[in-house]
């Protein structure tokens, strides 16, 4: 077998020694019961050390893609794919939203501090970047000094607009920095956008499942939901949108412009311009929530839908919250057309965001630190995808349809009728361990049957355990 040289020097080489027997395996030269090169000879290969080596073959065995037989080496497994998630039908009517209680139980699980909190979507925690920042914002103090504790301006920390704005040159969107509005997190810049294009009783169109944030902002502002289902594996469909769109008033949109949550599934390129073309004919916005996408496990980012709008009704909210700080709560809303209002509500809900943290960001980026540690991140995430599918596969069986994200964070599971989530939630409390009920990403009581699993954490031997008590729960609460 000729193996063929490692050309990727942003990557650790023992991943890189990963990507090219994933790769191999894919294309066919490498086949299922294929034993590979030894150790010693694909070091030689490939001008590596043999612990390098080594560290890539145990990788793949704990992902269970090869088998370690004593005194004969290592073999390719048979991979076996899970059942993707069924899609949804159409509902009949929009929907008004309540879930409120359930959500403020889920969070209040999630930061209690000794539950392994499987339950909430923090990509960063598989791979805290907290000593780069914390130097970064020590130079910001040291050189700032008090400005940088001061109130800034309501639209944002300037220098920090334009950098983002030059971000969206990479697709040929002509932003300027005044386009962009510095937001408390991607909450806020949905929120500002929401009051932008609609008011209470209106009719905004939602993916289902769709990430429970936005069915509680929806909630707050008094409007109505309607769930527009997604296909795990491809996304929204034109012809739902269409059908959506024709049969009921609805005034705005709120679509994942690329990966979604929960599903984890990716919009291609063609169907984001189709969709926009279509809405932006009938005059309805779209709020693109774009948080996951720079998450991506393909081989180059998707385009922001905004790309494609031709009237300017698409507002881009996005965040740094996926990608480098939680805590941090910097997001902005990126539009044209709406910016001067999107300005306006902002000062009225929160004056300004926090200007240390911006600079702090706009440093972070600037220094090219932040894109080296996306591609780690993205490496890192895509390790604990692969190790927690198939540890889930090994647990619970053929009978769960398990979703395989194209990015992001989380893992979307559907059981049989007789799972209810929320017993499962409750279940797995006691058991300190937090999880996302399926219910929550429905107003509809859609989804009973499923269960957000997030693999944005740590891996140690605690998750490793945690996946087997979680899965011993959900065998017991399908014999109750």
């Not at 300037?158 to 408390?184: G, K, V, W």
């Amino acid at each position: 077998m000729s193996i063929c040289s490692l050309k990727e020097p942003s990557t650790y080489l023992y991943q890189q020694v990963i990507n090219l027997i994933t790769e191999m395996r894919s294309n066919g030269t490498l086949q299922t019961g294929q034993k590979l090169p030894s150790l010693r000879n694909l070091s030689a290969s490939l001008s590596v050390s043999i612990p390098t080596v080594k560290q890539a073959y145990v990788e793949l065995e704990r992902q269970g893609l090869v088998l370690a037989k004593p005194k004969s080496g290592y073999f390719l497994t048979q991979q076996y794919a899970s059942d993707q998630p069924k899609k949804a039908r159409l509902p009949n009517k929009p929907m008004a939203v309540s879930r409120q209680q359930l959500i403020e139980d889920v969070f209040k699980s999630i930061h209690q501090p000794h539950n392994l909190a499987l339950g909430v979507a923090n990509p960063v925690a598989a791979l805290p970047i907290t000593k780069t920042l914390n130097r970064t914002m020590r130079r910001v103090m040291s050189v700032m000094g008090d400005k940088a504790l001061h109130y800034g301006a309501v639209a944002g920390y300037e220098p920090l607009r334009r950098q983002l704005a030059f971000s969206y040159m990479e697709y040929a969107l002509p932003l300027a920095p005044d386009d962009i509005i510095i937001t408390n997190g991607a909450q806020e810049a949905l929120n500002i956008a929401l009051q932008c294009v609609a008011k209470a009783g209106d009719v905004i169109a939602v993916e289902s499942p769709c990430y429970f944030g936005i069915l509680e902002l929806i909630e707050n502002l008094g409007m109505l939901a309607l769930e527009v289902p997604i296909c795990s594996e491809d996304g929204l469909t034109l012809q739902d949108v269409k059908k959506a769109i024709n049969k009921h008033p609805v005034k705005a949109c709120i679509f994942s412009s690329t990966i979604a949550n929960p599903i984890g599934c990716e919009l291609a390129d063609e169907a984001k311009q189709q969709i926009v073309e279509l809405l932006e004919d009938k005059n309805i916005p779209l709020i693109e929530d774009d948080v996951y996408g720079d998450l991506y496990f393909t081989e180059k980012r998707g385009i922001p839908a905004q790309k494609y709008s031709k009237k300017g009704l698409v507002i881009t909210c996005s965040s740094f919250s996926k990608t480098a700080a939680p805590a941090y709560r910097i997001g902005w809303i990126a539009t044209q057309k709406f910016s001067q209002r999107c300005a306006q509500i902002k000062r009225a809900l929160s004056c300004s965001s926090s200007h240390m943290n911006q600079i702090t960001l706009f440093e972070f980026v600037r220094s090219g630190d932040y894109e080296r540690y996306l591609t780690q991140l993205r490496s890192v995430l895509m390790t604990n995808k692969a190790r927690m599918l198939n540890k889930l596969q090994q647990l619970l069986g053929d009978n769960t349809r398990i979703s395989d994200p194209k990015g992001g964070c989380v893992f979307w599971l559907e059981f049989d009728s007789s799972i209810n989530s929320a017993n499962v939630f409750q279940l797995a409390l006691q058991q300190n361990i937090s999880v996302s009920p399926g219910m929550l990403f429905s107003p509809s009581n859609r989804y009973q049957h499923c269960i957000r699993l997030s693999y944005g954490l740590p891996w140690n031997d605690r998750l490793e355990e945690g996946l087997k008590v979680f899965a011993a729960i959900c065998k017991e609460a399908k014999n109750t």
